[in-house]
């Protein structure tokens, strides 16, 4: 069953045009992830859904009644933001029944609902205090809490956890999946953290220059992005991408090299026409580059360490390949990130030849970079 329908929404302030044509359909208990740049709209997206910003035009349903020109508060949706917005003169208690209070509704339902909300998020105990006396987490918690008692149809979250440190952070998405997993609600949620993203979501949603540029599961999204926006954008340290040309085609595959690149051949998606010389780019990620110290053979590219992280379980590598050119890499052009699972015995200005994952290319065009390459399997989860 739907839950949560747009339909072609626009949105402007004055001239600037926010929200473009967003068309998006939820169905009901799903946890919808929406990512994308800062000042891409998510926020503006969750306002008007919530009815805090107008929308100028489009449909905007819920469970099927269009509420497009509905108060906020007869839209049967709730909203988390990234400050908690708590009343510091008011208990947690109160804080929690609040938006029942506002709506009139009876003194034992109010208790009833504020009693469940607090046991679900476990913080009965908490209940006298006010805001002030509380962790960050807790107040994070009372601030959803205050959202679970009006049982709205649909929750929206912006950012709910960006102010807790990483631990906390930890914690609070393992809760807020189960607390998804419990009360079946559909959840809209804005997120910049990859790991929330890609842990969290049934769908997730990549919003740019308010245009949805891609929705689909968090692996279908890692593995076949349909540009090379969403093959950038998800995924830290971000894809690797180079500036190719065409060396010659037979069928499905498509060779390509550069300088500094030998030649690598990639399964098309389908047969192109693509003419020898014609610039393309070549996506490899981070994870699918493996390192050995430079003997002079073999290896796609050879370059020189610039600086190593050691994550413990990972470490980062940061190559300088030279005259390679690279596109709006982290560590700016001519530079390849490496991410290899183990302890790297290489330091700085060391050579190295870096091999890539043939089976995990990418390449994407060079108008638009819409994705030329073959899909690529996801395992089943
Ligand atoms: N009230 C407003 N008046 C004019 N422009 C606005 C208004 N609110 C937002 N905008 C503009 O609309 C665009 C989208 O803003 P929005 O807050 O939705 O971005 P966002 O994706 O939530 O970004 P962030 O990740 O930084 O929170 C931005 O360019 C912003 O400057
Ligand atoms: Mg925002």
Redesign the pocket.
Known sequence: MTSLELREINKN??A?H?LRGIDLSVAQGEFIVMV?P???????LLKSIAGLEQISSGQILINGRDVSRQEPGDRGIAMVFQSYALYPHMTVAENMGFGLRMAKRPKAEIEAAVARAAKILRITDQLDKRPKQLSGGQRQRVAIGRAITRSPEVFLFDEPLSNLDAALRTQMRVELSSLHAELGATMVY?T?DQVEAMTMASRIVVLNQGVIEQVGSPLELYRNPDNLFVAGFLGAPRMNFLGVTVDAVSGRNVTVSAPGLVPVTVELAEAAALPKGAGLTLGVRPENISMVADGGEGGAIHGQVRLVEHLGRETILYVDAGNLRTIASESGTGNITVQLSYVAPFGPEQNVALKLDARELYLFSSDGGRTLSARKTILDR
Do not use: D, M
Request: with cysteine; hydrophobic share 15%.
């Open positions: 302030y004055g600037y926010a994308g800062s000042g891409c709209g998510k926020s503006t804005v910049h």
